[in-house]
């Protein structure tokens, strides 16, 4: 009986050696075979990760670029070309000559002390709770990075997300990087407004039943944007009311873009956070960005602000790849908040007064817009107009299997015409870009002389 059982030990020790043998050199093999066959790394097209394969083009680096290169005027892109506030300035000067040298090192990885105590010490009574500045704010390079965050730290492969389109273009290939599966519904004019020489960014609403039909077991989270980019929208209490019901039947989180929130044209129409809607707080992210709020979009810094149970989720995405940002841009923006918490409610403070430094240049543009043939859709919030350029454009620019009619617009008119605005189809995802092929989007948060420039091309087209 030993004997027989060894023996079968022996032969199946023998046979496992040969099949590892062998494993190793069928591997060794196709290494050989494929370094045989492949091309040298500089001449491969295969390098780029597969969860990127797709996402290769971006309206910013094709238009920024072109801008530049044609030297047109840019009244496209969202920032100002004048001086952000003295204060900022100032504290810039203040924080640079500190004794404190420790301001020149890293600080705590989700946020400068002195930056989160700040942030929670203004936000506080905007959000009707007590902010914990230590577990419920995360400081991050941006809102972009805030979001990169948010859909990286919450989707799982097939988990969906619902946009709502058109977005701020770096959500959808944030969602697809993550592995999520975008569910669009786009924002749609009322037929009324369309036909009219101008509207309103309120005109484009979302159709509830549609919204209320992509809800389902495998959503994971909608991003809402107030005010929005690009239309201006800024959304209302019931729109907001509509979805905050959706996701607390749907047990779906709520990431809310609210970098545009010091930004509203209209007393009536104020912005509202969505985390302060009855349980919203449990489920809701909200973003929010240094350079929007305090007009200097080259600072960029930002924060995420939530319940620690969501919270957490992008604390952990953060800290394997930025883990601490620059010490020195969160010192100066903590003593912004600081010196804005003393005068929150005077007119002085930026967050009152901003706006009216935009009103006058907004009515300007759609003024000019409406005398230069296009229609524009008059913006409730934010730094962007979109203008109906069909009208002016006939029939010499038109949409076909490989590119939009906004697309060629905006090219032929930075080339031929040294005047650079975004197209609007570059905010759409593929399936529903014809929808705004005869949009184009200007930024109206231009120092007058740029304002003027932009609008002597205009008068000629
Ligand atoms: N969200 C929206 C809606 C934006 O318009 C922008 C551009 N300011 C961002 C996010 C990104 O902001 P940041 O520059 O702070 O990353
Ligand atoms: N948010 C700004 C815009 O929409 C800037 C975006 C960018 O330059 N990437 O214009």
Same mark, same amino acid.
């Given at each position: 009986?030993f004997?027989?059982t060894? @023996? ?26 494929s370094?045989?066959?492949?091309? $040298?790394?500089?001449?491969? &097209?295969?390098l780029l ?6 996402? *290769?083009?971006? #309206? ?20 100002? =070309?004048?001086?952000?506030? &003295?204060?900022? #300035? ?6 640079? !000559? ?26 506080? @009574?905007?959000?009707?709770r ?6 419920? #704010? ?7 990075? %805030? ?9 799982? $492969? ?13 959500? *959808?290939?944030?969602?697809?990087s ?12 009322k $037929? ?7 509207? @309103? ?7 509830k ?17 107030t005010?929005?980019n690009?239309?201006?929208k800024?959304f ?8 905050? !019901? ?13 970098? /545009? ?6 007393? !009536?129409?104020k ?13 809701t ?9 305090? %007009? ?13 149970h ?18 020195? %841009? ?8 600081? /010196?804005?918490?003393k005068?929150? !409610?005077? $007119? *002085?403070? /930026?967050? &009152? @007064?901003? %706006? ?20 524009p859709v ?21 949409? =076909?299997?490989?590119?939009?009619k =906004? ?10 015409k ?18 705004? =092929? ?10 007058? *002389? ?12």
């Open positions: 009986m004997t027989k060894f @023996s079968l030990s022996c032969r199946f020790i023998r046979h496992t050696h040969f099949i590892k043998r062998s494993i190793v050199r069928t591997i060794a093999t196709s290494i050989e075979e370094s045989k066959t492949k091309k $040298p790394i500089e001449k491969r &097209n295969d990760a597969k969860r990127y394969v797709g996402l *290769e083009k971006n #309206i910013w680096v094709e238009f920024v670029a072109l801008f530049a290169e044609h030297k047109a005027i840019n009244v496209g892109q969202g920032f100002i =070309d004048y001086a952000p506030p &003295n204060f900022l #300035i100032n504290f810039y000067k203040e924080a640079l !000559n500190d004794n404190n040298i420790l301001l020149h090192q890293y600080t705590r990885g989700f946020g400068h002390r002195r930056l989160v105590e700040a942030i929670s010490n203004v936000y506080s @009574s905007y959000f009707n007590k902010i914990d500045p230590l577990n419920q #704010i995360l400081i991050t390079g941006g809102a972009c990075p %805030s979001l990169f965050n948010s859909f990286h730290g919450f989707l799982n $492969p097939g988990d969906e997300a619902i946009l709502i389109e058109p977005f701020f273009d770096c959500y *959808e290939p944030m969602v697809r993550a592995g999520g599966i975008p569910r669009c519904i786009a924002l749609k004019p $037929p009324k407004s369309t036909k009219a020489d101008i509207s @309103s960014s309120a005109d484009w609403i979302l159709d039943n549609e919204l209320e039909s992509i809800f389902n077991s495998r959503t994971r989270l909608i991003i809402i944007n005010p929005h690009p239309i201006g800024v209302t209490y019931e729109e907001l009311e509509h979805i905050a !019901n959706l996701c607390q039947k749907h047990d779906v989180i709520c990431i809310s873009d609210e970098v /545009y929130e010091w930004i509203t044209y209209d007393k !009536n129409k912005h509202i956070r969505m985390a302060t809607l009855p349980n919203m707080w449990e489920r992210l909200t973003i929010g960005s240094a350079g929007k709020t305090f %007009s200097s979009t080259g600072l960029k810094l930002g924060w995420t602000i939530g319940p620690e969501l919270l957490r989720s992008c604390q952990i995405v953060h800290q394997d790849c930025v883990y601490t940002c620059p010490t020195l %841009s969160q010192e100066v923006i903590a003593r912004c908040f600081e /010196y804005e918490l005068r929150l !409610n005077s $007119p *002085e403070c /930026y967050f &009152n @007064s901003i %706006s009216s430094e935009f009103l006058g240049k907004r009515n300007k543009l759609v003024e000019v817009l409406k005398e230069c043939g296009m229609k008059v913006p409730d919030g934010g730094y962007f107009i979109l203008a109906d350029f069909s009208q002016i454009a006939g029939d010499k620019f038109q949409s =076909d299997a490989h590119d939009m =906004d697309l060629k617009f905006v090219r032929y008119l930075a080339k031929e040294q005047i650079g605005i975004m197209p609007v189809t570059g905010f759409y995802t593929s399936e529903h870009r014809h929808l705004a =092929d005869n949009y184009i989007r200007f930024c109206f948060a231009k120092k007058d *002389e740029t304002l003027d420039k932009a609008i002597r091309i205009l008068r000629q087209l």
